[in-house]
């Protein structure tokens, strides 16, 4: 097998990606997702939650609207892979990514909490239907009958650290490192998006990919989650990175930029 992640990718004719949330696959993987969906590449996703957990921009949900916010969240992605030319989505625990003879079963945004300094852990109201304290061999069996009825030639995944500690990318990389073992596939996993200097190019043994053309797209997709975060605009960098303000006050960038590496 090429340890090269883009050749991987460039050859491959189905790619499946997990993500834990609604507004992952845009904020980790939206330029990517766009630039293969664009290419022509069979890009289907899987989403292990529902956001239940999440919270909400004040003002984004009408007070008067009945919906629960797993509801609105669906919506949301729903707009948000259509603007990246996604057609094919799959929830973690709904057929087809259920194992056979299973009961549907969901798995509830766990919500985030420090533990201590750099240790995160499920939101204390997390209960037992949650991602993280669910039997883990549940998930793996679902995602296996979804790898089944997919077929791809290449998973898309968190790294070991779940880009930045929440528990249920932590957990949604485990589980997608042990069904891709299982199934002999390869697993790519994301870098953190951070952009790299000259100096650490390659660091951690991931290589970057530029994709130009797609940040309209990304901006279209990123705009559907209103319940989420604030899209500010375009860096003025012109590199077409987008500046976005999360729920919580925090400034982020979404760059037209990914770095990959090969699960060894």
Excluded: K, N
């Amino acid at each position: 097998m090429s340890t090269d992640p883009w050749a991987l990718l460039d050859a491959a004719r189905t790619v499946l990606v997990v993500h834990a949330h609604p507004d992952d696959e845009t904020l980790s993987t939206g330029a990517l997702l766009a630039d293969l969906a664009a290419r022509g590449t069979r890009v289907v996703l899987l989403t292990a939650t529902r956001g239940e957990e999440g919270e909400i921009v004040p003002g984004a949900v009408d007070p008067a609207d009945p919906r629960p916010l797993a509801e609105i969240r669906d919506d949301e992605i729903a707009a948000a892979t259509s603007a990246l030319g996604i057609p094919e989505r799959h929830q973690l625990g709904t057929a087809p990514a259920l194992a056979a003879g299973a009961a549907p079963r969901i798995y509830r945004d766990s919500g985030m909490r420090w533990i201590r300094e750099g240790l995160a852990g499920p939101a204390v109201s997390s209960g037992e239907d949650a991602f993280t304290r669910r039997p883990e061999e549940d998930a793996v069996a679902d995602l296996l009958a979804l790898l089944d009825h997919v077929r791809p030639e290449v998973v898309i995944g968190y790294d070991d650290d779940g880009t930045y500690g929440h528990p249920d990318h932590v957990h949604a990389h485990r589980v997608t490192a042990a069904a891709c073992a299982r199934a002999g596939l390869p697993m790519l996993e994301i870098a953190s998006g951070e952009e790299p200097s000259a100096a650490d190019e390659g660091a951690a043994g991931f290589s970057w990919r530029e994709h130009p053309g797609v940040a309209a797209s990304v901006r279209r997709a990123a705009e559907a989650y209103r319940t989420q975060f604030t899209v500010l605009g375009e860096d003025p960098s012109g590199d077409g990175t987008l500046r976005i303000r999360h729920v919580g006050g925090q400034d982020d960038a979404v760059r037209m930029l990914t770095g990959l590496r090969v699960r060894c």
